[in-house]
């Protein structure tokens, strides 16, 4: 079994890529920093490539999948689209260009690699595409509103996917984390509720992709939570939100 990962080297990424060594897969690590990619390679006890790949690029998306493909012998049966950027702001201070980034990185990002895998596995009626998504694109949230957009484009991209691909046996598994201890989060300057460990980020959702699951959000109480506040009449979420829309964050571009 093959498996591509963009935004492995550090966070959630890093830990799906040491999760899916366990399991046997041969693995392709994407992500920027080519040096902490190599690093997590030699660590791995699966054969695995390690491909230094911005993923708002298209061309060096599809060059990574097919070296990647070439190296390791052939196409993927599993592709997650993990990498991703967060870029606290205000809509006082909106900046375009950070906005720019996050839709680059978070929603075209993901569609270049869909771009890059799909067809082949539409061509052999095999394999599953995995969004890494956020439980923060279900309603949009203060200090996060680019980003919040982002997630809840991932989320309706990958629906749609979902079912065009299902006569085709190719699956679509949409990911909503809560708050995981990644390099993204250690700017927050609130309390995080229900906060992950990556490592145990990464088997709940590599056991989530195992079973097939359509949807998968967790810590629990987290999405039950965001789920309730989705149901939350518009005037009384803004009477509830409009405090934290205050609350200062670091400014500090973060990704993972």
Do not use: W
């Amino acid at each position: 079994m093959r498996a591509v990962i963009t935004g492995a080297s550090s966070g959630i990424g890093y830990a799906l890529a040491r999760e899916y060594a366990k399991r046997g897969y041969e693995l392709a690590l994407l992500a920027r920093r080519a040096d902490l990619l190599e690093g997590l390679g030699r660590e791995l006890k699966t054969k695995s490539v390690a491909i230094g790949c911005d993923v708002a690029d298209s061309a060096a998306v599809h060059d990574a999948v097919r070296r990647a493909e070439q190296e390791l012998g052939g196409p993927f049966d599993l592709a997650i689209a993990n990498a991703g950027v967060s870029i606290p702001g205000h809509a006082t201070k909106f900046s375009l260009a950070d906005a720019e980034q996050i839709i680059r990185v978070n929603v075209l990002g993901m569609m270049y690699l869909f771009d890059a895998v799909i067809p082949s596995m539409v061509e052999r009626r095999s394999g599953r595409f995995v969004g890494v998504a956020s439980i923060a694109g279900l309603r949009g949230l203060p200090s996060a509103g680019p980003y919040s957009a982002s997630k809840a484009a991932m989320q309706a991209f990958l629906e749609s996917s979902r079912v065009e691909l299902a006569p085709y046996d190719v699956g679509v598994t949409i990911v909503n984390p809560g708050f995981v201890a990644t390099a993204m989060t250690e700017k927050n300057r609130f309390r995080m509720p229900f906060l992950m460990q990556p490592d145990e980020a990464a088997a709940a959702i590599a056991d989530a992709i195992d079973r097939g699951v359509r949807v998968f959000e967790f810590p629990r109480p987290m999405s039950l939570l965001m789920r309730t506040i989705r149901l939350i009449p518009d005037a009384l979420y803004d009477r509830i939100m409009i405090p934290y829309g205050r609350r200062k964050m670091d400014s500090a571009k973060v990704k993972r």
